[in-house]
């Protein structure tokens, strides 16, 4: 089981990494702009959860499925 969550974190910090930022453009809804965030930030946040998410699933594999 730890296996197959490894492999899960380093396909979900991959998807974060390449998929994660998003703009929000001028015609957005007051939700959507109330959520959004600067792009420099979005980009911080994008890559840092993506490769902590990475770097956890790697420990789960190489790790025998335990941290």
Do not use: E, Q
């Not at 998003?22 to 959860?49: D, E, Y």
Request: aromatic share 14%; proline share 3%; net charge positive.
């Amino acid at each position: 089981m730890g296996y197959f969550a490894g492999a899960a974190l380093v396909v979900l910090g991959s998807l974060i990494i390449v998929f994660g930022d998003r703009t929000v453009g001028k015609n957005g809804g007051v939700i959507t702009r109330t959520f959004s965030m600067p792009p420099l930030n979005a980009k911080f946040l994008k890559w840092g959860a993506g490769i902590m998410c990475i770097w956890f699933g790697a420990a789960l594999l190489f790790g025998g499925g335990h941290l």
